[in-house]
């Protein structure tokens, strides 16, 4: 599977990079836990915290 992604979805509203409803403006995204074997033990590592964001705890 090296089919390049054209659009990432994106539902971090508190991210720099999120615009709209699910749009990511990241020029490139990094994803990790190298060892992950679960979609809960990734995570984003290009997510930055914008100066709007609101908190739901």
Avoid: P
Avoid at 33 to 39: E, L
């Amino acid at each position: 599977m090296d089919k390049k992604i054209s659009e990432i979805t994106c539902f971090a509203k508190n991210c720099v990079y999120h615009k709209g409803e699910t749009a990511c403006t990241a020029g490139s995204i990094e994803v990790g836990n190298s060892t992950a074997c679960k979609c809960g033990e990734t995570q984003c590592s290009t997510f930055k915290l914008n100066d709007n964001a609101t908190s739901t705890m």
